[in-house]
Structure formats: structure tokens, C-alpha cells
């Protein structure tokens, strides 16, 4: 099932469909995450082309083609196709609800059991670990420490709210998060 698409609009698709269109060879599918997530799960035939250096321009060669993104939710696959309908592509489509819609529809993708784990569970660790340090140097040390803890806390409550996150923005850019196992268009 597909919603109405005009010249610049996102379509959104669902599993099925991007399914039917890669069997058919109507769409070159793009993976806008970042390298890590891409090299431990991804569609198969995906090229990488991480939104955060996302370049409409790296596609122009597939601009007679249905572009059709995705990534982890939907969110930074819509992010990306406005970038590739500002830049005058006529065909881009998402993935609704990204990987996990694919997956839920029983789908396969190639999996890498190497893989760095996940942004998502770094950044779980990273901030479990900051807030049970600053709790627990504030009960031994210096009440001051607890700070720490509330900062994380005030972080992980901004990033639930706006959708973002920094922590996870900067464990990205970690050199094992940059694994370089991408895969291009005609790669």
C-alpha cells in the first residue's frame, strides 16, 4: 500500500511494497544510517549513504530512478528525501516505520554478528555507567558529583522529547562506529 505522491512530496511505503519494487528493479534502496548500524543489520542490496553526511548529489546517476530510503524509524529516512526533493529528484520514497517494519514483516536482511552493537545500547551503557558513577562518587566522595547523574538525566529527557540525541550523535563518530564496510551504488 502507498499514499499519493506528487512532485514534492515524500512518499511513504510500506514493507510490502519496497519489496515488490526491489523484485521488480523499480528502486535503488538507500540505507541513511549511520556506518555501525548499517554494518550490523541492514536490507540486503542496501547502498550506505548516512544522513549525517548525506549528499543528494553522490546519487545524481540514480536520478531517473525511485530513490526509496530508510533507516531505523522512518524519521532520518524523511529528513534525507526532503534533502533529495530539494534537490530536484522526482521519485523519493521511505520505508514507514524504517528496518523494523521490514523486519516485522518478515523480510530478511543480512546481519554482521562482528558488528559494533548498536548506538541505541552504547548509549544506554554509556549513560547507566555516567549516572551510577556520579551516584556513586556523590555518596563516597563530594555530594557534588550527583550532578553528573542529573545531567545525564536532563540529557535522556531532552533527547526523548526532541528525538535527538548527542550522546548518541557522538558515539557515532567513535573510529568503531566508523567501520568501513560501506556499500555504494554499483557496489
Request: aromatic content about 8%.
Amino acid at each position: 500500500m502507498t499514499t499519493s505522491m506528487n512532485q514534492s512530496q515524500l512518499q511513504e511505503i510500506d514493507a510490502l511494497t519496497l519489496q515488490q519494487w526491489l523484485n521488480d528493479q523499480k528502486a535503488v534502496l538507500v540505507d541513511v544510517r549511520e556506518p555501525g548500524e548499517y554494518a550490523n543489520e541492514h536490507i540486503t542490496g542496501a547502498a550506505s549513504f548516512p544522513l549525517s553526511s548525506f549528499d543528494p548529489s553522490r546519487l545524481s546517476s540514480e536520478k531517473h530512478k525511485t530513490i526509496a530510503l530508510y533507516c531505523q524509524s522512518g524519521r532520518r529516512s524523511a529528513q534525507a528525501g526532503q534533502k533529495l526533493l530539494e534537490a530536484g529528484f522526482p521519485q523519493v520514497a521511505s520505508l514507514k516505520g524504517g528496518i523494523s517494519t521490514w523486519t516485522a514483516a518478515g523480510f530478511s536482511t543480512k546481519v554482521d554478528k562482528n558488528a559494533p552493537i548498536s548506538l541505541f545500547r552504547q548509549v544506554q551503557i554509556v549513560a547507566g555507567s555516567l549516572v551510577f558513577l556520579g551516584t556513586v562518587l556523590g555518596v563516597l566522595v563530594s555530594p557534588n558529583f550527583l550532578i553528573l547523574s542529573g545531567f545525564v538525566g536532563c540529557g535522556l529527557v531532552f533527547a526523548g522529547i526532541t528525538n535527538t540525541c548527542a550522546m548518541g550523535m557522538l558515539l557515532a563518530k567513535l573510529p568503531y562506529n566508523q567501520r568501513n564496510n560501506q556499500r555504494g551504488i554499483g557496489s
